[in-house]
């Protein structure tokens, strides 16, 4: 998974890309909890590219994509959200892969 550095990176890779957006921070335990899983989260849906967003880090794509709570996921393709999975509850790989499938359903 490549980490998103820099808001204009962000916004780069949302407006030109097939990309699932997790937020996460160092600190917060079930954003640990889900890191385990999630290469081979990505392995089964290899047709988005992952991209980490540390929550610290870039705040204020958080504020503007009003995540407020983590760990959380939005996906994009070509600047079009497809979807959202955003709470602070704890996910577990069941729920994480249901929202990716769910989204090539079209839901």
């Excluded at 600047?79 to 955003?86: K, S």
Aim: proline content about 4%; hydrophobic content about 35%.
């Amino acid at each position: 998974m490549k980490t998103i550095e820099t808001i204009a990176q962000y916004e780069e890779v949302k407006n030109s890309q097939k990309a699932i957006f997790v937020f996460s921070a160092d600190w917060c335990p079930d954003c640990r909890f889900i890191e385990p899983f999630l290469p081979e989260i990505e392995q089964m849906f290899s047709d988005y590219g992952f991209y980490l967003v540390d929550r610290d880090q870039l705040l204020e794509v958080c504020q503007a994509e009003n995540v407020f709570g983590i760990p959380s996921f939005i996906a994009y393709e070509n600047g079009r959200e497809l979807g959202r999975f955003v709470s602070k509850d704890r996910k577990t790989k069941e729920e994480i892969e249901q929202f990716i499938q769910g989204l090539q359903r079209g839901k």
